[in-house]
Nanobody, 125 residues
Framework: QVQLVESGGGLVQPGGSLRLSCAASGSIFSIYAMGWYRQAPGKQRELVATITSGGITNYADSMKGRFIISRDNAKKMVYLQMNSLKPEDTAVYYC???????????????????WGQGTLVTVSS
């Protein structure tokens, strides 16, 4: 069983910064893309940023220049550095990873789409 556990959320003032972390654990053979998504109250879940195992990043337009995604493959972790936070960034932030759990699944090309439980980020004065 694969687990993704986020940490680092909290209350921050507008213009402030936060760093989110996500640790993957459990039965993992290989981790491909990892990413962050968010869901604000009353809205659909949306992409924040993704990063491939090779370090290629992709950001939603509204996050470009403010957020930085990074990962540590050895530690099975992904991070999201959030700067210049705005009240509209308030949301639950979810970690996501595409994971192969064993060699047999790797050979079959079977990839699991794993999600964390979310961490709340509140931007308010």
């Amino acid at each position: 069983q694969v687990q993704l556990v986020e940490s680092g959320g909290g209350l921050v003032q507008p213009g402030g910064s936060l760093r989110l972390s996500c640790a993957a654990s459990g039965s993992i053979f290989s981790i491909y893309a990892m990413g962050w998504y968010r869901q604000a109250p009353g809205k659909q879940r949306e992409l924040v940023a993704t990063i491939t195992s090779g370090g290629i990043t992709n950001y939603a337009d509204s996050m470009k220049g403010r957020f930085i995604i990074s990962r540590d493959n050895a530690k099975k972790m992904v991070y999201l550095q959030m700067n210049s936070l705005k009240p509209e960034d308030t949301a639950v932030y979810y970690c996501n990873a595409d994971i192969t759990v064993n060699y047999q699944d790797y050979r079959r090309g079977k990839v699991e789409d794993a999600w964390g439980q979310g961490t709340l980020v509140t931007v308010s004065s």
